[in-house]
C-alpha cells in the first residue's frame, strides 16, 4: 500500500502544487461579474450610522445579513469586508452540508440551513445546493454502535437515515473498497453545496429586500477599532471612516479573535488557525454526479463529487498550526499556504484505501487552506459577556454552510428580540474563560481539535493536550492518591480513583508529575466501574471526600439592602432568608427558563455566596452583571479561585468534623441547608455549609486556599477510622441520578421552566417583587405544562453485556415517541440503569398537549439505547433509598432535603 501511495504521489506532486494556485485566481475570475453585482461602488460614502454593522463578507456575515433584512432590518444593516467578499474561508471549504451533528440544538441549525438553501434554488438564485445524500462508512463495531445511536436519535430530531451492510454500501457507491467494512449509515437528505455562490446569492438578497434601500456592503474596508460607551457598542471605526451602530456582529472568521481584541475590553474569541487540506482531481469520465458525500470516518476523510471531479478531503489526528504568532496576513495571496506533502500523506493514503480507482486519476489541485477551530471544537455564537449588543458568529471549522443559515437566523433573533427559538448554551460564547483566549493554549489545543472532527467520540470524552491549567492546593495530594482526572473549565477534577494506584503511571511533563487523564473507550460497561462502585459506597455508608473547587462562587454585598433587593429580582425564589440559611433557587429568563441554577449562602445581611455549575462561571457573572443597579451600589466578586471546596458525605460526617472543630454540629445548633463559619483544625474562617449537592448527609467547606491542604490532611487523618475515601465526579454523578438531582447544562437549560422539572414549589409567585420570569411562569402554570422531567428505571438490562445509556436516548411510552433522556447512570443502589429525561404528549399532529402527573403515570415506558428498547419504570419524584444511618437522622434529613435540594 506504501509502494502504491508514494508511487501516485511522485507521479502527481509536482503537476497538482502548480495548479493550486493558477486554479484560485482562475475561481475568482470566473466569479468577478457575480461579485461586482453584489458590491457596492468603491465610491460610495460610508454611511455615518447604521442600526447594525457587520464585520465579515462571508458565508457566515451574509447570513446574518440576509435574515435581518426579512426581519426588516436590511436599510439599517452595513456589511464591511477588509478584502472582497467570500475572500477569507468561503472560497476554499468543501461545502458538505450534513444535518447529524453533536447535539440536538446543532442539528436543528443545520436543519435550517438546509432548508433556506432549498427555498433559495426554488427561487432560481444559486447556491449549488445538491440532494446526493451521505453516506458515513464504520469499520469498527464501535462505530457501528455510534450510527445505531444516531438512528435512534434520528426520530427526535425528524432526519430520516438508514443503517446499511458492506454490500449495501457498494451498491449505493461502486467505487468504494468495502471489504473491511461493518456498515454504515445512509441519510438521503444530506447533500453539498457551494460556499461561494450561497455567500453572494444571501448578500445580493439582502441587499434587494426593501427596493433601493436594502443591506449596505463595503469591500476593501477594514474595521480598525470597536468603540464603546459603559461597555454597550457605540461605533465603529474603520479604514473608510467611522460608523455609529447600535449591535456589532464579529463574522470575521479565522480574523475574529484579533477583532475581538479591537475593543476596551477586548472580547475574548477562542480560535486559532490549522492547515487544512482537500484535493480536486480533474474530471473522471463516468462519475456520477448524484454520487453521495462519503464519510470514511476511521479512516479520517471524505469525498464528494465537484463538477465532474471528485473532491476529497480529511481531518488527520494531529493538525498543524499556522500564523502561531497571531499574525494573520492581510491578503488571499499571503494567506495561500504551501503543501506539506509529508503532512498530507496519512490522508493521502486513507484515500487510497477507500477508492482504489484513485491511484489512476489526474490530480488538478490540493488546497491547503487555513480554517480555525474553538478549543472544544464547538461553534461560537452569542452575544459577547464583556459587551453588550456586540454578537460572534464565528468558528464553524470548515463546516460554515452547514451553520450559516441557522446561526444567521439566531443571531439575528438575538439582535431583534434578545433571544432566540432555540435554545444555544452549549455553543454560546460565555463557555469560555479568559484561560480559553491564551494564544499559546490555542496553538497546543488546536493540534487535537479537528481530529475529533471525525474520531470515535466515546463517553465523558477529554482532551490530552491545555492540561494542568487549574488545579486546587489539593491536586498533588489527590494524584498521589490515584486519581484520574477530567478536565471541566480548565479546572483539574478527580473523575474516579484507581483502586490499585502505581506512581510509574504518572505521566511526566517537564519534571511536573501529571496526573493520569480519564477515559472510557467503550459504550458499555465502562473501565472504571469498580473504583466507581467503591466510592460511591464510602459516599453512602461511610465517609466519601469529593474536590468541589471546581464549582462557581461568586460573592455579592451592597452597603444597604441593595443586594438583596436585585436577588430578590433576579431569583425565582425567596431569598431574603435569616442569616445562616442557604437557599437553592433558579433565576430565570423572562420565558421562565433557567439562566442559572445556584445556592445562595446569606453570609451576612447585606452579603450572600453565591455556588453555581462549574460551567457556569462567565455564563451566571454575565447574567449578573447585566442586572446590576446603575448606581454601582451592589459589588459582585468572582472568588472561585480564592476557596478551595471539600466535599465530605455520609453518615459518619458529622462525627468527623466534630472532632477537628469546637463548634457543636448537632442538628439544632447547626442544621440541614444552613451555615457556619468553623474553624477547622488549626485554621479559620472555613466557610461550611451544611448539604452536599447530592442528597448525602454532609458538609461542604469552603477553605481559603493557604489553608487548604492543612484542612484536607486533617480530614484524611482523621477520618481514617471512619473508612473515609476519595470519591471522584463520576461517584458523586451517580448519587445525584439516582436521588432524581437535575443538574444545568445536563438537564436544564434557558428553555426549561421550574415547573417543568418539579420544582413549582421552589418558585415563590407571591413575592412582592416582580421577579424575571413570572410572568410567563404564571402563564405556564395557568395552562398546564407540555413536558415533565421524570426517572425511569431500566428492566430487562444486562450492564455487563448490554451496551449502556449515556444521554440523548429516545423515550417511548406505550410504544409512541415522548421524549428523550439528558442525564443517565448506573443506580448503584437500585442495580439498574438510570435514566433521567423529559417527556411530552404528542398529539396525532405531532403537536405538543398538557402534560398531567396521570399521564406519566398511566403510560408504559421503554428507552432505545442504541437500537434496542428496554422496559423502563417511570417516576415523578425521587425515591428514598436504604441506608446505614439512623433512621431518625436519615428521615429529618431527607424531609429537608425534599424541601430544599438542588
Not at 72 to 84: A, F
Request: hydrophobic content about 35%; aromatic content about 10%; glycine content about 8%.
Amino acid at each position: 500500500m506504501w509502494h502504491y501511495s508514494k508511487s501516485f504521489y511522485n507521479k502527481n506532486v509536482t503537476r497538482w502544487s502548480n495548479h493550486a494556485f493558477y486554479n484560485y485566481q482562475r475561481i475568482r475570475h470566473s466569479n468577478s461579474k457575480s461579485n461586482s453585482e453584489t458590491n457596492e461602488d468603491v465610491d460610495d460614502p460610508l454611511p455615518k450610522e447604521a442600526k447594525v454593522v457587520i464585520c465579515g463578507g462571508g458565508v457566515m456575515g451574509g447570513a446574518v445579513a440576509y435574515h435581518l433584512s426579512l426581519m426588516g432590518l436590511g436599510p439599517q444593516t452595513v456589511i464591511v469586508e477588509s478584502e472582497r467578499l467570500g475572500g477569507g474561508t468561503t472560497w476554499h471549504t468543501s461545502g458538505l452540508v450534513g444535518a447529524f451533528k453533536p447535539s440536538l440544538a446543532q442539528i436543528k441549525l443545520a436543519q435550517d440551513s438546509i432548508a433556506l438553501y432549498k427555498e433559495l434554488e426554488k427561487k432560481n438564485l444559486s447556491t449549488g445546493w445538491k440532494q446526493c445524500g451521505s453516506l458515513s462508512l464504520a469499520r469498527t463495531r464501535d462505530r457501528m454502535t455510534v450510527f445505531r445511536r444516531m438512528k435512534a436519535q434520528s426520530i427526535s430530531c425528524n432526519i430520516e437515515c438508514e443503517l446499511i451492510t458492506p454490500k449495501q454500501v457498494q451498491e449505493i457507491c461502486p467505487m468504494l473498497r468495502t471489504d473491511d467494512l461493518a456498515g454504515g449509515l445512509w441519510i438521503p437528505g444530506d447533500g453539498v453545496g457551494n460556499p461561494y455562490q450561497i455567500c453572494l446569492t444571501l448578500i445580493k438578497e439582502a441587499k434587494r429586500k426593501v427596493m433601493f434601500s436594502g443591506v449596505k456592503v463595503f469591500e476593501n474596508c477594514k474595521v480598525t477599532r470597536i468603540i464603546t460607551q459603559n461597555d454597550r457598542i457605540e461605533a465603529v471605526e474603520t479604514t473608510r471612516g467611522t460608523i455609529e451602530c447600535e449591535h456589532f456582529v464579529n463574522c470575521a472568521g479565522f480574523w475574529a479573535r484579533n477583532v475581538g481584541k479591537l475593543s476596551e475590553p477586548y472580547v475574548k474569541v477562542p480560535l486559532h488557525p490549522v492547515e487544512h487540506y482537500y484535493l480536486h482531481t480533474k474530471p473522471i469520465t463516468g462519475l456520477d454526479p448524484m454520487t453521495p458525500v462519503i464519510r470514511d470516518l476511521d479512516g479520517y476523510i471524505y469525498f464528494r463529487e465537484n463538477n465532474g471531479r471528485l473532491l476529497a478531503g480529511g481531518f488527520e489526528p494531529i493538525a498543524k498550526p499556522v500564523f502561531e504568532d497571531g499574525t494573520i496576513p492581510e491578503t488571499t495571496e499571503q494567506r495561500f499556504l504551501p503543501e506539506d506533502w509529508d503532512h498530507f500523506h496519512i490522508l493521502l493514503e486513507q484515500m487510497l484505501h477507500r477508492i482504489p480507482s484513485l491511484g489512476n486519476a489526474i490530480l488538478e489541485k490540493l488546497c491547503n487552506g487555513p480554517e480555525a477551530f474553538s478549543p472544544d471544537c464547538k461553534w461560537i455564537v452569542g452575544e459577547a459577556p464583556e459587551i453588550r449588543n456586540y454578537y460572534i458568529a464565528a468558528g464553524m471549522k470548515t463546516v460554515g454552510i452547514s451553520a450559516a443559515g441557522g446561526v444567521g437566523r439566531a443571531t439575528a433573533e438575538l439582535i431583534m428580540h434578545g433571544s432566540t427559538s432555540l435554545d444555544m448554551y452549549e455553543l454560546d460564547v460565555s463557555r469560555f474563560l479568559g484561560l480559553h483566549n491564551n494564544r499559546k493554549f490555542l496553538r497546543d489545543r488546536v493540534k487535537e481539535v479537528p481530529g475529533m472532527h471525525y474520531a470515535l467520540q466515546y463517553p465523558h470524552n477529554e482532551f490530552k493536550t491545555g492540561r494542568n491549567l487549574r488545579m486546587s492546593p489539593i491536586y498533588p495530594k489527590l494524584r498521589e492518591t490515584g486519581a484520574v482526572f477530567g478536565q471541566v473549565m480548565g479546572y483539574e477534577r478527580p473523575s474516579w480513583f484507581e483502586l490499585n494506584k502505581d506512581d510509574d503511571d504518572l505521566e511526566i511533563t517537564d519534571a511536573f508529575p501529571t496526573g493520569k487523564i480519564a477515559y472510557t473507550n467503550t459504550f458499555s460497561k465502562p473501565p472504571w466501574f469498580e473504583p466507581v462502585a467503591e466510592e460511591y459506597a464510602a459516599c453512602r455508608e461511610t465517609i466519601g471526600l469529593s474536590d468541589y473547587s471546581s464549582f462557581t462562587k461568586i460573592d455579592l454585598w451592597s452597603p444597604g439592602m441593595e443586594v438583596v433587593e436585585l436577588l430578590q429580582y433576579l431569583c425565582s425564589n425567596d431569598v431574603d432568608v435569616p442569616v445562616g440559611s442557604i437557599i437553592h433557587t433558579g433565576m430565570q429568563n423572562h420565558a421562565g427558563g433557567y439562566e442559572n441554577d445556584c445556592s445562595l449562602a446569606r453570609i451576612a445581611p447585606n452579603h450572600y455566596m453565591m455556588i453555581a455549575p462549574t460551567i457556569q462561571q462567565t455564563r451566571c457573572k454575565q447574567w449578573i452583571n447585566r442586572h446590576l443597579p446603575a448606581d454601582g451600589s451592589v459589588a459582585v466578586s468572582d472568588v472561585t479561585s480564592a476557596y478551595t471546596a471539600i466535599c465530605i458525605m455520609g453518615p459518619a460526617t458529622r462525627q468527623l468534623l466534630s472532632e477537628l472543630t469546637d463548634t457543636d454540629l448537632n442538628p439544632k445548633n447547626f442544621p440541614f441547608f444552613t451555615f457556619k463559619e468553623l474553624d477547622v483544625g488549626l485554621a479559620n474562617g472555613i466557610r461550611t455549609m451544611n448539604l452536599t449537592h447530592t442528597g448525602e448527609l454532609g458538609y461542604v467547606l469552603y477553605i481559603p486556599n493557604e489553608f487548604a491542604l492543612h484542612v484536607y490532611t486533617r480530614l484524611i487523618e482523621s477520618g481514617a477510622k471512619y473508612g473515609i475515601k476519595h470519591a471522584g465526579y463520576y461517584a458523586t454523578r451517580a448519587l445525584r441520578v439516582e436521588k432524581f438531582y437535575a443538574f444545568w447544562g445536563q438537564d436544564l437549560d434557558t428553555f426549561t421552566t421550574p415547573l417543568e422539572c418539579g420544582r413549582s414549589w421552589r418558585v415563590k409567585l407571591d413575592k412582592n417583587i416582580n421577579f424575571i420570569g413570572r410572568d410567563a411562569l404564571l402563564k405556564q402554570r395557568e395552562e398546564g405544562v407540555k413536558r415533565k422531567y421524570v426517572q425511569l428505571l431500566l428492566n430487562d438490562h444486562d450492564p455487563e453485556y448490554d451496551t449502556w445509556c449515556w444521554g440523548s436516548e429516545p423515550i417511548f411510552r406505550n410504544g409512541k415517541y415522548c421524549g428523550m433522556t439528558t442525564t443517565t447512570g448506573y443506580g448503584f443502589t437500585f442495580r439498574k440503569q438510570v435514566c433521567l429525561g423529559f417527556i411530552q404528549n404528542f398529539d396525532s399532529q405531532g403537536r405538543p398537549q398538557e402534560v398531567t402527573n396521570e399521564y406519566v403515570l398511566s403510560g408504559d415506558y421503554e428507552v432505545d439505547v442504541a437500537g434496542i428498547k428496554f422496559p423502563a419504570k417511570c417516576h415523578l419524584h425521587s425515591p428514598n433509598l436504604p441506608t446505614k444511618f439512623p433512621d431518625k437522622e436519615r428521615d429529618s434529613y431527607h424531609a429537608t432535603r425534599d424541601q430544599h435540594s438542588a
